[in-house]
C-alpha cells in the first residue's frame, strides 16, 4: 500500500494531468471529453508503477494528432489499455496477477471506464450496484478476472447480474480458487472500451461488421397486411430494411414478402442498452447498419442488406398480416 507521501503526490498528479487534458480536447465525442478522467485512473495506475504516467502525455498526443475519429479513438484505447496491462506482473516475477496491487482497485477502474463512458447516460444507483458487486468477487477472488468479465455483460437493469455477482464473491470466498488471467486478454477487452457497449451486446460486429455503400434513401414504414410496388433504380443491388416494433419477435421471424421472398430482419434499436436484453432478435445476417453513440451506449442498428434479382426493373413489398399491430417494416433505402 503507498505511504501518505506517495499518495498525496499522486492526488496533485492527478490534478494536473486532469487540467492539463481538460485543455487538450479538440473534439466533441464522449471519449475525448473523458480525456481527463482517463488521465486521473492513468495517474492512478502509476503510483504502483510510476513509469505508466507517461500514458497521460500519449493520451494529448493521440487527441491531437490523430484526425481521423476511429483511429484516434482507438488510440486513445490503446493507451488506457497499456496502462492496465502495465499492472500484471512479468512473466518472469512469482505473481500470479493484479492481485499485488489491488485487484478490487483495478476492477474499479475498469469497469468505470467500460460502463460509465458517456457519463450522461449513466443511471447510478443501478451501476452502483455491479460496481459494488463486481469489486466484492475481485475483492475475494484477488483478481480481476470474473469481475470485470461479469460486470461487462451486465444488462443495464441489474437486479440478475447483482445477484448472479455477489452469490459468486460468497461461493469465491470458500470454494473457488484464483483463475489467472492473462494480460492481453484483459487488454482485448480495455483497447475496444471506446464501444464497450458492441464488445458486450453485439460481439459479432467484430467479426463482422457492418457495411454501407452509396444510398438512395426511401424511408417508409409499411404497418402489417400493406402491400407496396417500387421501382428500382439503375445500378441497385440491394434493398435496406429493418424493423421497428419487433425486438421481441424470435430470430428469423418473416416480416414480409420482397416479390415472393421472405423478408427477415431485426429491429432498427434492438441493440440499445435499453432494449438489448428484453430483445429476442439476432445480429444480421448481412449487417447494414451504422455504429452509434460511444462507450457503453455504443450500438449498431439492426438495417439489414437484401440482394435485389439481378436486371429486376420493380418490386412488391408485401408485409407480414400475422405481425403485432404496432409492427413496422421499414423500407431504408436502395443500395
Known amino acids: 500500500m503507498p505511504d501518505k507521501r506517495t499518495l498525496l503526490i499522486a492526488i496533485g498528479a492527478a490534478i494536473a494531468a486532469a487540467i492539463a487534458c481538460f485543455f487538450a480536447v479538440a473534439f466533441g465525442t464522449p471519449i475525448d471529453r473523458a480525456l481527463p478522467f482517463l488521465a486521473v485512473v492513468?495517474?492512478?495506475?502509476?503510483?504502483?508503477?510510476?513509469?505508466?504516467?507517461?500514458?497521460?502525455?500519449?493520451?494529448?498526443?493521440?487527441?491531437?494528432?490523430?484526425?481521423?475519429?476511429?483511429?484516434?479513438?482507438?488510440?486513445?484505447?490503446?493507451?488506457?489499455?497499456?496502462?492496465?496491462?502495465?499492472?500484471?506482473?512479468?512473466?518472469?516475477?512469482?505473481?500470479?496477477?493484479?492481485?499485488?496491487?489491488?485487484?478490487?482497485?483495478i476492477t474499479l477502474l475498469a469497469i468505470l471506464i467500460l460502463r460509465w463512458i458517456p457519463f450522461t447516460n449513466v443511471v447510478i444507483w443501478r451501476e452502483l450496484i455491479i460496481l459494488t458487486g463486481a469489486v466484492a468477487v475481485a475483492y475475494v477472488m484477488n483478481g480481476v478476472n470474473f469481475a470485470v468479465l461479469l460486470a461487462l455483460y451486465a444488462p443495464a437493469w441489474p437486479i440478475k447480474i447483482a445477484i448472479v455477482l455477489f452469490a459468486l464473491a460468497i461461493l469465491a470466498a470458500f470454494r473457488l480458487k484464483r483463475i489467472r488471467w492473462n494480460a492481453p486478454a484483459f487488454a482485448l477487452l480495455l483497447v475496444f472500451f471506446p464501444w464497450s457497449g458492441i464488445v458486450a451486446r453485439g460481439w459479432r460486429a467484430f467479426v463482422h461488421p457492418p457495411r454501407q455503400g452509396q444510398r438512395l434513401e426511401l424511408r417508409y414504414a409499411l404497418k402489417p397486411g400493406t402491400t407496396m410496388t417500387i421501382d428500382v433504380p439503375?445500378?441497385?443491388?440491394?434493398?435496406?430494411?429493418?424493423?421497428?416494433?419487433?425486438?421481441?419477435?424470435?430470430?428469423?421471424?418473416?416480416?414480409?414478402?420482397?416479390?415472393?421472398?421472405?423478408?427477415?430482419?431485426?429491429?432498427?434499436?434492438?441493440?440499445?442498452?435499453?432494449?438489448?436484453?428484453?430483445?429476442?432478435?439476432?445480429?444480421?445476417?448481412?449487417p447494414a447498419g451504422k455504429i452509434r453513440d460511444y462507450g457503453w451506449s455504443a450500438w449498431i442498428d439492426g438495417a439489414t442488406r437484401i440482394p435485389l434479382p439481378y436486371g429486376v426493373k420493380s418490386i412488391r413489398i408485401a408485409v407480414n398480416p400475422q405481425l403485432p399491430k404496432n409492427a413496422l417494416l421499414q423500407i431504408e433505402a436502395f443500395e
Open 234 to 286: 439503375e445500378h441497385a443491388e440491394a434493398l435496406i430494411v429493418s424493423g421497428a416494433n419487433t425486438q421481441k419477435l424470435p430470430c428469423n421471424t418473416i416480416l414480409g414478402w420482397m416479390n415472393g421472398r421472405p423478408v427477415i430482419a431485426s429491429d432498427w434499436g434492438f441493440m440499445r442498452r435499453e432494449q438489448f436484453f428484453a430483445s429476442r432478435n439476432c445480429y444480421p445476417c448481412d
Open 42 to 105: 492513468i495517474v492512478a495506475l502509476s503510483v504502483w508503477r510510476p513509469w505508466v504516467a507517461i500514458g497521460v502525455p500519449l493520451l494529448i498526443v493521440a487527441e491531437n494528432v490523430f484526425f481521423d475519429e476511429p483511429t484516434r479513438l482507438l488510440a486513445i484505447a490503446i493507451v488506457v489499455a497499456l496502462a492496465f496491462v502495465s499492472q500484471f506482473p512479468s512473466p518472469r516475477s512469482r505473481g500470479e496477477g493484479p492481485g499485488a496491487r489491488g485487484p478490487a482497485f
